[in-house]
């Protein structure tokens, strides 16, 4: 069965610093998606990233970057120059390709980042 | 703001009750779906339906069921509430029903049982 795991409960940090939230996931399948989403204090979860199995190249946008390297079962996600407005929750999801489990996403417990000023 | 509504925001009820949480999907997107956020169980999955079909399926109870009605719009009912029911409910839709499609989500329903 699909697993996602995220083993940072919690980060902090401070303003400007980097910092990068570990995902490790587990499939059978060698077709899927991986996902982050991020969970602000308001409580909406609002999609940042979707990366496919078959694409390894490392992705950026502004101050995101992800690292997918499918020999380690990683994803990844960096923020440079972190802000207090970084602050949420963030969540890593895995959809597999197979019929039986149609389009669900299988999250991980989520990383608590709070970013102080 | 991702398009995706859904009423009422909060609900606070008594153990045994049978509540009704709505979903309006984005203009579009043909697939919704239900997922529910608790401490102690994380964000898990419950039920996805396409054009109104079911299909998938997560730990759903058996209490809790669901439907997509013609104009897309979706209702998830939960009866015979537990305490243990009281979660953030989170409905998502895209546009396609396949694995490789973004889902987006809507704002919750707090769902409080006493």
């Known amino acids: 069965a699909q697993k996602v795991t995220q083993a940072q409960t919690e980060i902090s940090v401070v303003e400007k610093e980097d910092v990068t939230l570990d995902c490790v996931y587990e499939?059978?399948?060698?077709?899927?998606?991986l996902f982050w989403y991020k969970q602000p204090p308001s409580g909406e979860l609002v999609f940042l990233i979707r990366r496919n199995s078959f694409d390894e190249q490392n992705e950026i946008s502004g101050r995101y970057s992800w690292n997918f390297q499918k020999s380690t079962s990683s994803f990844n996600f960096t923020i440079t120059a972190s802000q207090v407005v970084d602050s949420a929750v963030y969540f890593c999801?895995?959809?597999?390709?197979?019929?039986?489990?149609?389009?669900?996403?299988?999250f991980g417990e989520g990383t608590q980042l709070t970013v102080n000023p | 703001d991702s398009g995706v509504t859904q009423t009422p925001k909060h609900l606070i009820t008594a153990t045994g009750q049978r509540v009704t949480l709505r979903c309006s999907p984005r203009s579009g997107d043909l697939s919704v779906y239900w997922y529910q956020q608790s401490l102690d169980q994380g964000l898990q999955f419950l039920i996805q339906?396409?054009?109104?079909?079911?299909?998938a399926k997560g730990n759903i109870l058996e209490r809790f069921s669901a439907q997509q009605f013609p104009d897309l719009h979706s209702e998830l009912n939960l009866s015979s509430l537990e305490l243990g029911d009281s979660a953030l409910y989170f409905c998502a839709s895209s546009y396609m029903e396949g694995f490789n499609n973004e889902q987006f989500f809507g704002p919750g329903t707090r769902l409080t049982v006493l």
């Open positions: 499939t059978r399948d060698t077709t899927y998606y």
């Open positions: 339906y396409y054009n109104g079909e079911e299909r």
């Open positions: 999801a895995l959809s597999e390709a197979k019929e039986t489990s149609g389009s669900r996403l299988t």
